[in-house]
């Protein structure tokens, strides 16, 4: 069974501090896609980055890393020196069966200033 | 280029009436996806299309759903009867083969 876990449903930061939303997956498939998007307040779905089981490598994207691991079936996401601007739900999903996604229940970032 | 338009951004009907919610997905792309949102559930998929031919339906709710796509650049999502329990946001997706969902700005229904 496909699965995909975050266990934080609620994260409060104050700005400039780093933060990790955790996303533990579940699959028996060796080729899978891993994806975190972004829900802000307006509501609209942005995507955020694309991993293939294949690839390890973190990556980093300005303020944004993220953190691959297939031994502990996670992709960690890690914001760095927050911004009011990242208060939003994020969202983690498993891509599987080559059209099925799914989504994690989500985690809400609260950034003050 | 412009990304997926759904219509309307909101849509606030009674019980019992149809509602019809509309996708125009991105150019190009041949898959078509129709997502529910709410708070208890999460993110649910309804159906999926592939060149315009309803892949899996197995997430449609009930007999009240049904979901068309007559061309590559069009899609409806219908709702007869509409039902409180129906009220939620509908999101419609679209993606090329191997790639990333893009998501519309969804449509909010309210089902008095």
């Known amino acids: 069974a496909q699965k995909v876990t975050q266990a934080q449903t609620e994260i409060s930061v104050v700005e400039k501090e780093d933060v990790t939303l955790d996303c533990v997956y579940e699959t028996r498939d060796t080729t899978y896609y891993l994806f975190w998007y972004k829900q802000p307040p307006s509501g609209e779905l942005v995507f955020l980055i694309r991993r293939n089981s294949f690839d390890e490598q973190n990556e980093i994207s300005g303020r944004y890393s993220w953190n691959f691991q297939k031994s502990t079936s996670s992709f960690n996401f890690t914001i760095t020196a927050s911004q009011v601007v990242d208060s939003a739900v994020y969202f983690c999903a498993l891509l599987y069966n080559f059209n099925k996604f799914y989504f994690g229940s989500g985690t809400k970032l609260n950034v003050k200033p | ?112």
């Not at chain 2, 951004?9 to 997502?35: A, N």
């Not at chain 2, 007999?63 to 061309?71: C, G, I, Q, T």
């Open chain 2, 1 to 112: 280029d412009a990304g997926v338009i759904q219509s309307p951004r909101h849509e606030v009907t009674e019980m019992g009436q149809e509602v019809t919610l509309r996708c125009k997905p991105i150019s190009g792309h041949d898959y078509l996806f129709w997502y529910r949102q709410t708070m208890m559930r999460g993110l649910e998929l309804l159906i999926y299309f592939n060149n315009n031919v309803p892949i899996d339906d197995s997430g449609m709710p009930e007999d009240r759903f049904s979901a068309k796509m007559p061309n590559a650049s069009f899609s409806t999502l219908k709702i007869q009867p509409s039902e409180p329990r129906d009220s939620a946001v509908y999101f419609c997706a679209s993606r090329l083969a191997a790639g990333e969902l893009f998501f519309g700005e969804g449509s909010r229904l309210t089902v008095l």
